[in-house]
T-cell receptor, first 111, second 113 residues
Framework: GENVEQHPSTLSVQEGDSAVIKCTYS??????FPWYKQELGKRPQLIID?????GEKKDQRIAVTLNKTAKHFSLHITETQPEDSAVYFC??????????FGGGTRLMVKP | NAGVTQTPKFQVLKTGQSMTLQCAQD?????MYWYRQDPGMGLRLIYY???????DKGEVPNGYNVSRLNKREFSLRLESAAPSQTSVYFC????????????FGPGTRLTVL
């Protein structure tokens, strides 16, 4: 089955700096890669996703890049703000298979 | 439009007791899921229902059963709770199975003593 590894497990940045979270996956057939944000005590919420026919996708301060050859994808947050502080989860799946989540990254943005 | 709702929000059980977690969605989604989230870990899929009338095992199905009651509702049952089932349980739904945007409920925090 699919295995998704996520790094780092914790990340502390100064407000205004950029943050990068990286994930690797094992199943070369995977073609859907979402990122979820979970604030303390809340439900996970989708912030951005990418499919394997696209190498990069941006939404305001958030971008995701995908390297299918190397089987890794990354979340980039620019101009971080205190409200970006949360746990971020990557995930991977292919059609017909379950979504497998990474272990999460706790992002702390210091004012 | 409430999205995905779950009941109860909190529950404490003794070892060996049984209970059912309820989930409902009002987005007319075809697929529904049950996950568990343990401290410091990602979400692990317990069971899912790709469409009304079907259910399949996920990554960690042992000790659980599910029922897709109708298109809106998907319940998770613990027949004989164990301390290892202490966790936060999330229900989710999506329009299409699996490789599609999943919308999560608020979660149920379960403690088994």
């Amino acid at each position: 089955g699919e295995n998704v590894e996520q790094h780092p497990s914790t990340l502390s940045v100064q407000e205004g700096d950029s943050a990068v979270i990286k994930c690797t996956y094992s199943d070369s057939a995977s073609n859907y890669f979402p990122w979820y944000k979970q604030e303390l005590g809340k439900r996970p919420q989708l912030i951005i996703d990418i499919r394997s026919n696209v190498g990069e996708k941006k939404d305001q301060r958030i971008a995701v890049t995908l390297n299918k050859t190397a089987k890794h994808f990354s979340l980039h947050i620019t101009e971080t703000q205190p409200e970006d502080s949360a746990v971020y989860f990557c995930a991977a799946s292919n059609a017909g298979n379950m979504l497998t989540f990474g272990g999460g990254t706790r992002l702390m943005v210091k004012p | 439009n409430a999205g995905v709702t779950q009941t109860p929000k909190f529950q404490v059980l003794k070892t060996g007791q049984s209970m059912t977690l309820q989930c409902a969605q009002d987005m007319n989604h075809n697929s529904m899921y049950w996950y568990r989230q343990d401290p410091g870990m990602g979400l692990r899929l317990i069971y899912y229902s790709a469409s009304e009338g079907t259910t399949d095992k996920g990554e960690v199905p042992n000790g659980y059963n599910v029922s897709r009651l109708n298109k809106r509702e998907f319940s998770l049952r613990l027949e004989s709770a164990a301390p290892s089932q202490t966790s936060v349980y999330f229900c989710a739904s999506s329009e299409e199975p699996l490789a599609d945007t999943q919308y999560f409920g608020p979660g149920t925090r379960l403690t088994v003593l």
